[in-house]
């Protein structure tokens, strides 16, 4: 399998003509259930050269990467971050998870407190969920934005794309400023997120996974999927692309995902950092002197 060919497939760039109806959440570009063994050992090695790129851009020290996760109620975040991240040092990793906003969230802007978590220079930083919710959940339910305490006059009907306007003017910083910005969509079909409610429920390991709002929320699913079709039209843009993954078999939107941020890492042009010859010298010196031990 060609990696390239597989990113290009659901990376989206320019999102004007975007449509969810384009982009089939059972897809596998191919892989079926013969050649399943084949994307594990693809995975594996996604992550052994995840792992590679990290520690060069720690030592490097001038890049920064943040991954965004969004996704409906059981499309796999929380599994995607523990096995594409499986290999990493948890030393350069910070993984923030948002959500609802506290008091304090509450008095300032909403991009407030997510910026606050932005990953330092050489390291990763993964937001599962983000300031896009604002964009999402808060369009789907007004009540959240009369608790932003906006005044009036600004909470107009075109709020939605301002904030779209905004979130790509501060993505677009970021990206000036050597903080690169990738962003996911695990796109999970109906059905399949039914068929995870009902094994949370089935399973007493997994009851504890099972919240009462997830079938609520359910009820808002055309909503929500129209919400994210227009959000990814006004925010795909080639400095912050946007990855519309197939969430329906677990194992192909890790290998995806894991893929996506090896590509990010390797457009970095990551190189160790050179010894100066003054360095040079006194890593000689060092030598000399353990060996004269």
Known sequence: MKIEKLLKRYRIEHGKHFSLKDHDPADTHGLDSELKPQAKELLADGVKELSRLQDILAAQDRWGLLLIIQAMD???????????????????????????????????????????????????????????????????????????????????????????????NFERHLTRNGIAVVKFFLHLSRKEQKRRFMERLDNPDKNWKYSSSDVKERQFWEAYQEAYEDMIRHTAKEHAPWYVVPADNKWFTRLVVAQAVVDALKGMNLKYPKVSGAEKAALAQARQQLENE
């Open 74 to 168: 059981a499309a796999g975040k929380d599994g995607t971050i523990k096995h594409v991240m499986s290999g990493v040092n948890p030393q350069g990793v910070d993984v923030w998870s948002f959500k609802g906003p506290s008091a304090e969230e509450l008095n300032h802007d909403y991009l407030w407190r997510t910026t606050k978590c932005l990953p330092e220079r050489g390291h990763i930083g993964i937001f599962n969920r983000s300031y896009y919710e604002e964009a999402l959940v808060v369009r789907i339910h007004p009540q959240i934005l009369e608790n932003e305490k906006l005044p009036k006059p600004l909470v107009t009907k075109h709020i939605w794309q301002e904030r779209f306007e905004d979130i790509n």
